[in-house]
């Protein structure tokens, strides 16, 4: 049967449409990191909205002209976005029964829970950064742990809860050769005698960076943070 040229344009058209609708199509954005926590406010402003919490959603837009208001002892701002929520929440979220009640990361729908992810990614990248690679307290540093809404974590290029820590010039040799002959016991035993500095971290791979051999630290805790 001979196919028309119209009907294998018409094919070719509906297989990359289906490709597209089977295969996540990613995309590379470059923002300057001053823009970054405008973003994160914008996300979590809008995931906020989803679950319920309009009282805080209005915080993250609003905390400039709430903190001027506070300096001016001016608190009619509480109440009024108090009323906000009650009216948004009378209006949207009938299903909610008490006035704390709000639905969690997994339910918000409508791009909610993938706002949530992009923005709890964003924030880990900029805690890291702020604290020089290594890790710390807060919720900022936890990153997204396990997956919600439709799509997956997005990736920032560059960025890893790893920090290299180089070994001593006395050893970098012989713990090269260790390797090579897959003796890892012999090289983690050297990097116990010989780098007793190593910060407390999740997990501990030997490895190099550049031409240098050293250990890579998930997550490493500074010794004021322990």
Same mark, same amino acid.
């Given at each position: ?13 509906? &297989?990359?449409? +289906?490709? $597209?609708?089977?295969?996540? %199509? ?26 319920? %919490? ?9 905390? +400039? ?8 002892? /001016? ?7 108090? /009323?906000?929520? $009650? ?25 909610? +829970?993938? &706002? !949530? ?9 900029? &805690?890291? %950064? ?6 710390? !307290? ?83 805790? $500074? $010794?004021?943070?322990?």
């Amino acid at each position: 049967m001979k196919i028309s040229k119209a009907q294998v344009r018409k094919n070719l058209k509906e &297989a990359d449409k +289906d490709y $597209k609708k089977k295969v996540a %199509q990613k995309v590379t954005i470059t923002f300057e990191e001053g823009q970054l926590p405008i973003m994160i406010r914008a996300l979590e402003a809008f995931s906020r909205m989803r679950s319920g %919490q309009i009282t805080m959603a209005l915080d993250e837009v609003y905390a +400039d002209k709430q903190t001027a208001l506070f300096k001016d002892k /001016d608190y009619y701002h509480i109440d009024s976005n108090k /009323d906000i929520e $009650k009216l948004i929440r009378k209006t949207y979220f009938k299903d909610l029964k008490y006035d704390n009640e709000s639905f969690g990361v997994g339910q918000l729908g409508y791009g909610g +829970d993938d &706002a !949530f992810t992009i923005s709890k990614t964003l924030r880990q990248y900029m &805690a890291y %950064q702020r604290n020089d690679g290594y890790a710390g !307290f807060g919720v900022d540093f936890d990153g997204v742990i396990g997956k919600y809404g439709e799509y997956e974590k997005p990736e920032i290029h560059g960025f890893d809860t790893r920090k290299f820590f180089k070994a001593p010039k006395s050893i970098q040799k012989k713990l090269e050769d260790l390797i090579e002959i897959g003796n890892s016991t012999g090289a983690y035993d050297l990097i116990d005698k010989k780098m007793k500095s190593l910060p407390r971290g999740d997990r501990y791979e030997i490895g190099f960076s550049g031409d240098d051999w050293g250990v890579w630290v998930t997550a490493p805790r $500074k $010794k004021e943070e322990i």
